[in-house]
């Protein structure tokens, strides 16, 4: 196969574009999904159709969310699935998905382009009291990332931040012949299920957030180092957390109670 994609269209670098064509494959992933008729389905960056085609085949009508005026317009005029489509030309990471709630909660799917995969997850996360569920295509090492567990080299931001959300379930590998452009890395799906209570919440989901930030912005320094400027060694003794840990060796529980320490606590700037 060339360099140009199947139908004639090139994929864009600045997108982040790898176009699925592999038809077990797609098979697979829309197996996982699972989509049936009268479902809020959502898809973020349809491309060229190859997961939005068989998934309106088990659904009927689908919202799909395209960045690419290109691929807008071809779905608009696609000989098949125009009619089942509602399309919304925008960026997924400035889109407010509570617009597309109904009675129905949204069931978000898609291939993401791996450069924003990361923002994006985040910005989706928002959202969570208005969906079921969402699995996503991801670079394989960002799906491990987001499973991590402490202890681990994998283990971060991401990690506590998705787990804080949602129950993450990493559902299958595909290598990067399955793509065209085949990408330099291999990919996972992941399956996200927003936890329909927080067992243990963050006052300020705010101070989870940045707390989880100073500590990893340099991983390989003591937690009493990146958080000398928010809480002091005998505060966080008194968390039961040692000052001497590394960022990676805390648990999402402990991460929650220094965030609700600063919260009733926040530290003079």
């Excluded at 969906?131 to 670079?139: E, I």
């Excluded at 809480?231 to 805390?250: D, H, M």
Aim: hydrophobic share 40%; aromatic share 8%.
């Amino acid at each position: 196969m060339s360099n140009k994609s199947h139908l004639g269209h090139q994929a864009k670098k600045r997108f982040g574009q790898n176009f699925l064509h592999d038809d077990a494959v797609i098979g697979k992933i829309v197996d996982a999904i699972d989509p049936s008729e009268g479902e809020n389905l959502v898809e973020i960056g349809p491309g060229l159709g190859a997961l939005t085609e068989p998934v309106i085949e088990r659904a009927g009508d689908i919202s799909v969310v395209e960045l690419d005026r290109d691929l807008a317009h071809r779905l608009r005029h696609h000989p098949f699935i125009a009619k089942n489509l509602t399309i919304y030309e925008t960026d997924a990471l400035s889109f407010d998905f509570a617009t597309l709630a109904t009675e129905q909660k949204l069931r978000i799917f898609g291939n993401l382009p791996y450069n924003i995969s990361t923002p994006l997850i985040f910005h989706l996360l928002t959202f969570k009291d208005c969906v079921q569920d969402m699995h996503f295509m991801l670079q394989k090492e960002v799906v491990n990332r987001m499973a991590a567990a402490p202890n681990s080299k994998t283990y971060g931001r991401l990690s506590i931040m998705t787990q804080y959300f949602c129950q993450v379930m990493p559902v299958m590998e595909i290598g990067p012949e399955a793509f065209q452009p085949p990408p330099k890395v291999d990919s996972a799906i992941v399956r996200l299920i927003p936890h329909k209570e927080i067992k243990y919440p963050a006052k300020d989901v705010k101070w989870l957030a940045r707390v989880t930030r100073e500590a990893f912005n340099q991983r390989r320094k003591t937690i009493r180092n990146s958080f000398k400027k928010l809480i002091s060694v005998e505060q966080l003794e008194a968390l039961g957390i040692k000052a001497s840990l590394r960022p990676e060796n805390l648990t999402l529980k402990d991460y929650i109670d220094v965030a609700n320490f600063l919260a009733d606590n926040p530290p003079e700037q």
